[in-house]
């Protein structure tokens, strides 16, 4: 069992639409949890961080539920260029080697 | 701004052959990490440094080796290729700590092994 799973989807949503992931992690020692994003043939490349207190950037939350152990990412007004597919990332406690989950694959139609 | 460039982008082995995927960065970062990504698989760790000198293995470390001789460089070697190693390779670099997750990646190198 992977140490950060998240669902695979797809996620069809419409242009317009509010949608949220989630991402569980297995190691409660995990400090520093990050959401990337990744186009079709691209690299990952960092979205957001998540802290504690959650964090908003434009159209985009995080969110970091420790009790729980999971994080979540909600992107609001979805556009067509979101379409993409999003890693969530926890960094393993004391070596802080970050694991990445396989991914969440997201299509916005129009 | 080059950031972290891998080369080469594309590269087509015969089975046994040998090669080395470049990765240089120019943001003086102390951690660098090569990734293999396969349908299905997502992200898996090869080999990792925290700094020249000091490497380490990751999830799915055989049939690979790396050096860390500056903090620029970290080449990732195949030593006998076999077909199993037929992926897209990703090499990244962040700051070593708590900020590890916050990483760079290259553009990516399709190796395909015959």
């Known amino acids: 069992r992977k140490e950060v799973e998240q669902d695979p989807g797809p996620f069809n949503v419409p242009e317009g639409a509010t949608v949220a992931f989630n991402c569980t992690y297995s190691?409660?020692?995990?400090?520093?949890f990050f959401w990337y994003r990744q186009d079709c043939r691209k690299e990952p490349k960092l979205l957001m961080s998540?802290?504690?207190s959650g964090n908003e950037d434009g159209r985009f939350t995080a969110q970091l539920n420790r009790a729980s152990q999971y994080i979540s990412l909600l992107i609001r007004d979805s556009k067509l260029s979101d379409s993409a597919t999003y890693l969530c990332?926890?960094?393993?406690?004391?070596?802080?080697?970050?694991?990445f989950g396989r991914g969440t694959s997201l299509i916005v139609h129009p | 701004n080059a950031g972290v460039t891998q080369t080469p982008k594309f590269q087509v082995l015969k089975t046994g052959q040998s090669m080395t995927l470049q990765c240089a960065q120019d943001?003086?970062?102390?951690?660098m990490s090569w990734y293999r990504q396969d349908p299905g698989m997502g992200l898996r760790l090869i080999h990792y440094?925290?700094?020249?000198?000091?490497?380490d293995q990751g999830e799915v470390p055989n049939g690979y080796n790396v050096s860390r001789s500056t903090t620029e460089d970290f080449p990732l070697r195949l030593l006998l290729a076999a077909p199993s190693q037929t992926s897209v390779y990703f090499c990244?670099?962040?700051?070593?700590?708590?900020?590890?997750?916050?990483?760079?990646f290259g553009e990516g190198s399709r190796l395909t092994v015959l």
């Open positions: 440094s925290v700094g020249a000198g000091i490497t």
């Open positions: 990332v926890g960094s393993s406690g004391g070596s802080y080697i970050p694991t």
């Open positions: 943001m003086n970062h102390e951690y």
């Open positions: 998540v802290y504690s």
């Open positions: 990244a670099s962040g700051l070593a700590g708590v900020n590890t997750g916050e990483l760079f």
């Open positions: 190691n409660s020692a995990s400090q520093s």
